[in-house]
């Protein structure tokens, strides 16, 4: 193999004639650079599948009907027939919640944002700014903000509205930044036809554009309630850390949901509560990735490719 | 349809010329004023010394026959132009020539391509060490996001080239591709703040930097207004002493004016409706625009079709 | 003929300056300007929130102590104020998470972006991104009951991990946060056009030198604001903290090996038992909260900048 010589002529080099080509230089470098960076995807997703399956198999002794049909205990002699359904059916009554505050809310100022705002006022950049800051704000911070002022200023107590609206807030940012990426995906040439046959704004919108980003909407907003249910840290600041035996009964009402719950488990002592941690764990996973993959499943069938 | 040549100075006349030869054809058709083969001092080998040698190529994208049994030379030190209507496969063979067709899954070629005599895929052949003899410039500028300095000295660092001093090869790159002045005080900015001409001729440098034999150019002017196009193609003739160029293009009357062969290309429709591209003709530029032998190639010259 | 044309004509013409009422608009536009404002109104209610009690906090403890104070004992007998134990310690698991999140994720995104074959990357990352919504309560568990006792098992020396202690903690963290830092890497990557590829390929480079020297330069900016994005997230995480970083806050902890208390693991611990509302420890909350939010707000702030100064690379 020969290596050009040393010189600065750029006329093409007569030391390296055809035949030059077949010595194939060996390049261990590249061969151990690529199962490198293969060992690095292997590795961090190899460990983490390794851990769910161990949650898994810790729990499998309790992945049964009692989950649902069994209230949780305090009682260490009742924990064999002890379940979550409290935590289980307030986490679904979150998720009704949460939806139905939010997702109005984030799709609304999502299309504010999209059609309406003039992005050159001063004010509709710091919304766009504050809402990008929202998004990366701690949510035991939010949580915080629904001790200080939801649950106290405005009176609303521990309850489950609380609970609602301190989540809902927490994953507004969510829907609010897929809705304007799927309302932005639609071509301006759909909107003009509309507008040159006569619509007015709203009317284009409603009729035109919103139709088009529904599936990014609905993903965005299928992720934003997977989320909202797997989140510990406001609602204990919210003082949900208590052992909740019944189901809600209203939206005044106390609560618990599944990762906290989780999380109450997890700070006692003995072993079996480890199990049933580990069981409920596997409930709330099976919630979430299900919702998960339910939302890549409709981005990826539904996105329209203009 | 006639054609005036641009008001140039020609390497090849000794004095600024109008050039304005009288129409040689017989029937309407190019007037191929100015073209490689008429040109006086031009260097012509007494034997054809084809440094590349095309033997039935076909290449394939899966199961779908792109082009189809094109065997062709490549003459050292000339310029050969590879024209025709869209889709007819210059640009694949083009890219077969130095192996760029590696990179698209599924792509295969079959016949053969020689460099020298030794066939570009054979098993033990290194396409990187191909890549640096047969070098390619790009329809649109690509030049790195880097300085100036960096595009044209990223070829001799990777290729590992020992260079006694990078300053004087990156400005030896830069004169020979006519950039020199123009960039001399500001090797270190961004070669992306160039104008769409001097970056070409950035891509254009920064290929010689490497020292290749061959150059492919697959469509270098088409994004380029015409004065920058008439740089480029000044720059080919002075490149063309020391250095081997294949050209696709999309523009008959470059053809004509800068190369000295001239390969022609159509697209066939078979009985399933798919186009296949083929080559129809290969002669020395001259004799093509004259006096073509296929009717298809003098339908195509004279605008007729495509 | 000519009297009714124009008769016509100045009637479409003044209908045209009539214009047609429509109060839905108007309607729909205050709707979604109050919309909007939600988002608003939640900013300004975090900031009053958090304002008022950390005003009374430091009308009792002084900043001095509270920024330079080597030790945070609220709870003690012997009451210290000084902040700076939280703040190691979430320095010390965000150093961990990252040296771990950052080689794994980017090495990750590299392979999926310019080695993996379509149809790998078209399964993988949809897989990615669904392990990115794992909640965070599962790693605090798994850290706690799997990670522990095994390196508690496999530890060389005698000195080995205490029952919760800032290394698993860091490792749970890391682990959470490489499918966020590998899938926002390999968008950047991906978006990097295909000609600079194409144009490296073709000046002899190898498949590293394509990575390396040219796609992760220019796809810095997308790396970059992942990696900010990673490290805020893992200074805002609080339930694998809580769970698994341990309690100890009475002075600055910088071995691993042991446990402390992080900013947001003292919040929650301290919201799971009872504080009396105006009480100094109810305050001494929302003054660490006070902190975390300008830490984080600087942090999104850097991240936003930087994602705007770069993106103009090829546009």
Not at chain 1, 278 to 294: D, E, P, T, Y
Not at chain 2, 71 to 82: D, W
Not at chain 3, 23 to 41: F, Q, R
Request: net charge positive; aromatic share 8%.
């Amino acid at each position: 193999m020969s290596a050009p010589t040393l010189t600065t002529d750029t006329r093409p080099d007569p030391s390296a004639p055809g035949s030059a080509l077949t010595q194939r230089r060996s390049r261990p470098g590249e061969v151990a650079f690529r199962l490198a960076m293969q060992a690095c995807l292997v590795i961090a997703f190899g460990v983490l599948a390794a851990l769910l399956a161990w949650v898994l198999v810790k729990g499998w002794n309790r992945l049964d009907s009692r989950l649902w049909t069994e209230m949780p205990t305090g009682l260490v002699s009742r924990l064999d027939g002890a379940g979550v359904q409290s935590a289980l059916v307030g986490t679904l009554w979150i998720i009704s919640l949460v939806a139905v505050i939010c997702l109005p809310i984030g799709i609304l100022s999502a299309i504010y944002l999209e059609e309406y705002a003039d992005n050159t006022r001063w004010y509709n950049r710091l919304l766009e700014l504050n809402i990008q800051n929202l998004a990366g704000v701690p949510s035991i911070i939010f949580g915080i903000l629904g001790l200080g002022i939801i649950a106290r200023t405005l009176g609303l107590g521990f309850t489950i509205i609380t609970a609602a609206i301190v989540l809902s807030l927490l994953v507004l940012p969510v829907v609010i930044i897929a809705s304007r990426e799927a309302i932005r995906a639609v071509p301006q040439s759909i909107r003009q036809a509309s507008y040159a046959l006569g619509a007015s704004k709203w009317q284009t919108v409603y009729r035109q554009v919103l139709p088009s980003a529904v599936p990014g909407i609905a993903t965005g907003s299928i992720l934003a309630l997977s989320r909202a249910i797997g989140e510990a840290a406001p609602l204990i600041v919210l003082g949900a850390v208590t052992f909740i035996t019944f189901n809600p009964d209203g939206l005044d009402s106390r609560y618990t949901a599944l990762p906290i719950q989780i999380y109450t488990f997890i700070t006692r002592s003995q072993a079996e509560y480890t199990e049933l941690a580990a069981g409920a764990i596997v409930l709330l996973l099976a919630i979430v990735l299900a919702m998960n993959s339910i939302a890549i499943f409709v981005r990826n069938r539904f996105e329209k490719r203009w | 349809m006639t054609y005036q040549p641009l008001h140039r100075r020609s390497p090849h006349d000794s004095e600024v010329t109008t050039v304005n030869h009288p129409d040689t054809t017989t029937r309407p058709g190019v007037n191929i004023a100015g073209t490689g083969a008429q040109r006086t001092g031009m260097r012509q080998p007494d034997v054809a010394a084809p440094v590349m040698e095309l033997s039935g190529v076909s290449v394939y994208y899966g199961e779908y026959e792109a082009v189809r049994g094109t065997s062709m030379p490549i003459q050292e030190k000339q310029i050969t132009a590879m024209i025709g209507p869209s889709g007819c496969g210059k640009s694949t063979i083009l890219r077969s020539l130095n192996r760029m067709n590696d990179l698209i899954p599924g792509a295969r070629v079959a016949g053969s391509v020689t460099y020298h005599g030794q066939d570009l895929y054979a098993k033990d052949v290194d396409p990187i060490e191909v890549r640096r003899r047969i070098g390619m410039v790009f329809q649109k500028p690509n030049p790195f996001p880097k300085s100036i300095y960096d595009n044209v000295a990223y070829g001799p660092r990777v290729t590992g080239m020992k260079v006694a001093n990078m300053d004087d090869l990156v400005e030896k790159a830069l004169r020979d591709a006519a950039l020199w002045d123009e960039v001399k005080d500001k090797l270190k900015t961004s070669g992306l703040a160039l104008s769409g001409g001097q970056q070409q001729r950035l891509c254009i440098a920064r290929t010689i930097a490497v020292r290749p034999e061959i150059i492919l150019m697959d469509e270098p002017c088409s994004a380029l207004d015409p004065i920058a196009t008439a740089k480029i193609e000044d720059l080919m003739f002075e490149l063309s002493d020391n250095y081997t160029i294949v050209i696709v293009t999309h523009n008959m009357q470059q053809a004509a004016r800068v190369s000295h062969y001239t390969a022609f290309f159509t697209a066939e429709v078979d009985e399933r409706q798919e186009r296949h591209g083929r080559l129809v003709e290969f002669s020395q530029t001259g004799k093509l625009f004259t006096n073509p032998a296929d009717k298809r190639t003098e339908d195509y010259i004279t605008g007729r079709f495509g | 003929m000519t009297t009714s044309t124009s008769n016509a004509g100045s009637a479409a013409g003044s209908a045209l300056r009539r214009g047609r009422r429509r109060p839905v608009d108007s309607i729909v536009k205050v709707l979604l300007v109050a919309a909007a404002l939600v988002s608003v109104v939640t900013t300004v209610g975090i900031v009053i929130a958090l304002v008022q009690p950390t005003i009374e906090f430091f009308q009792q403890v002084s900043i001095v102590e509270f920024v330079t104070g080597t030790s945070w004992t609220p709870t003690f007998a012997q009451k210290a104020y000084g902040v700076l134990p939280l703040v190691g310690a979430t320095l010390v698991v965000t150093a961990i998470a990252l040296a771990i999140a950052v080689p794994l994720g980017l090495g990750s995104a590299i392979y999926l972006s310019e080695y993996a074959n379509p149809r790998t990357r078209k399964v993988l990352k949809p897989i990615i991104e669904l392990l990115a919504g794992v909640p965070t309560v599962v790693y605090g568990f798994v850290a706690l009951f799997a990670l522990n006792p095994l390196l508690q098992k496999w530890w060389p020396t005698d000195n080995g991990p205490a029952f919760q202690n800032l290394l698993i903690a860091g490792i749970a963290m890391g682990i959470m946060i490489v499918p966020t830092i590998a899938s926002i890497s390999e968008d950047s990557m991906a978006a990097v056009p295909r000609s600079l590829r194409e144009g490296a390929y073709a000046l002899a480079s190898t498949r590293m030198q394509v990575s390396t020297r040219v796609v992760v330069p220019a796809a810095i900016s997308g790396i970059v604001a992942a990696i900010v994005l990673g490290i805020s997230r893992a200074v805002g995480e609080t339930m694998i903290v809580t769970i698994a970083g341990g309690l100890t806050s009475d002075r600055i902890v910088l071995n691993p090996l042991e446990g402390a208390a992080t900013m947001t693991a003292f919040i929650a611990n301290i919201s799971s038992g009872d504080i009396p509302v105006g009480s100094l420890d109810y305050d001494s909350v929302f003054a660490v909260g006070a902190l975390l939010f300008l830490i984080t707000f600087a942090l999104n702030a850097v991240s936003i900048r930087m994602v705007r100064r770069f993106r103009e690379v090829y546009e």
